[in-house]
């Protein structure tokens, strides 16, 4: 039978998963439609011009992967600059580097060597490995305490976690804390993937050479204009929420969300680092982002006589904004493999990405899977 539709893949969600899903399928000889819900392309990872700054409109993103495969395809579209993250922590002043290694003991405990800063760590974590009886920790406190001990649980995890997560750190999944990691040398680099940095180009750019090629449709809801949408293509590649698809009829899954303060300062440099996480509980945002230190390096900083700074707060996800983060709590796990197997009743629906996924992804992740998903 002839086909009549205008489109081989309508593509829900112009960000990094749907727009690699999209590039394959024109590399395929597809005919793609790409909506999105949203002014601009890129989901999350879009990026404004302020002040000749590229701001990282949805906060920081640095792509960072273990992949060879990912990083080569990436740097087929963009040039990958050099930058490495280093985030800062201030707790009530202090400062601190993370992820958590010889500097930030040093810092903790005027100690030098990492014998010394085993011997304070395993004294600190006896208590709670002891309670355990062997059994693998059950949430995210009893999981740090076990990592790091009391002092820099109670510093820098405990009153950053609970802004982020809006919970206590006895009721989120061990899991979250085991994404960064415990060092015992004097290494600031916050990842341990091989490769990592950001676009020079932009991320925009990026997106738009994926999506070379597609039809693309912005400001377009899915949801509500879904009959006359399916009806324009054989297959959906669908990367917004699971339970917004299915209408939220088996209950809604939680998300957190970022609200953003960004302002313009007349200064060259603010805070002088990309990154610096405030751990305290008493100041309410959760880090500051100076957006310069992802692509000026050394004195280049300086050439621009301003700069442009994002606070972050962390907020609940309701109805209307945008989703950031999954919850992967019991409750919301056990929700979400109910709608996956909801997922099973529509087969012409390819579903990807980290909110269709409810997974808490980095980049490197989402274009994997986009890479794998079968067309
Ligand atoms: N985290 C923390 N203190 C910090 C930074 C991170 O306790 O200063 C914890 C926090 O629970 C967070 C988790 O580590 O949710 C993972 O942090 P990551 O930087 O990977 O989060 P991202 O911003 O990439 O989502």
Redesign the pocket.
């Known amino acids: 039978m002839e086909n009549k539709k205008p489109y081989d893949y309508l593509i829900v969600g112009a960000g990094l998963f749907g727009a690699t899903v999209a590039y394959r399928a024109r590399q395929a000889g597809k005919r793609c439609l790409v909506v999105d819900r949203r002014s601009h392309i890129g989901g999350n990872v879009w990026q404004q011009d302020m002040a000749g700054i590229a701001v990282h409109t949805y906060?920081?993103h640095?792509f960072h992967t273990a992949n060879r495969e990912v990083w080569d395809f990436v740097s087929r579209f963009v040039t990958m600059n050099h930058f490495i993250n280093s985030?800062l922590?201030n707790y009530n002043g202090k400062l601190y580097n993370?992820?958590f290694n010889m500097n930030t003991f040093r810092q903790m405990w005027g100690i030098t060597s990492p014998d010394a800063a085993r011997r304070i760590i395993d004294e600190q974590r006896a208590r709670t490995v002891t309670a355990l009886h062997g059994r693998e920790p059950k949430n995210?406190e009893e999981q740090?305490l076990c990592l790091v001990g009391r002092d820099i649980?109670q510093t820098?995890?405990?009153?950053?976690?609970e802004k982020?997560?809006g919970r206590p750190?006895t009721e989120?999944p061990a899991f979250?804390?085991r994404?960064?990691p415990v060092r015992f040398t004097y290494d600031n680099n916050?990842f341990n993937d091989p490769y990592q940095g950001i676009p020079e180009e932009g991320y925009n750019t990026l997106i738009d050479k994926l999506l070379e090629g597609c039809d693309i449709r912005l400001g377009v809801d899915y949801i509500p204009g879904r009959a006359e949408l399916d009806a324009l293509a054989d297959k959906i590649v669908y990367s917004g929420s699971i339970d917004e698809f299915f209408d939220f009829q088996l209950g809604h899954l939680e998300y957190r969300t970022v609200r953003f303060d960004t302002q313009i300062l007349d200064m060259p440099d603010f805070q002088h680092n990309a990154v610096v996480?405030y751990?305290s509980p008493t100041q309410l945002h959760?880090?500051i982002i100076e957006h310069k230190h992802f692509t000026c390096f050394g004195k280049e900083v300086m050439r621009n006589p301003q700069t442009v700074i994002s606070y972050e707060y962390s907020v609940e996800w309701k109805k209307g904004m945008e989703p950031?983060?999954p919850l992967n709590n019991q409750r919301n796990q056990s929700l979400y493999e109910r709608y996956t197997e909801l997922a099973k009743t529509t087969p012409n629906v390819l579903f990807g990405g980290r909110l269709a996924e409810y997974k808490?992804y980095?980049m490197d992740k989402v274009i994997e899977k986009a890479m794998q998903l079968p067309l």
């Open positions: 906060g920081p640095i985030p922590a993370l992820p995210l740090a649980y820098l995890i405990k009153g950053y976690t982020q997560w750190c989120l979250i804390i994404r960064l916050y996480n751990t959760t880090r950031f983060y808490y980095d």
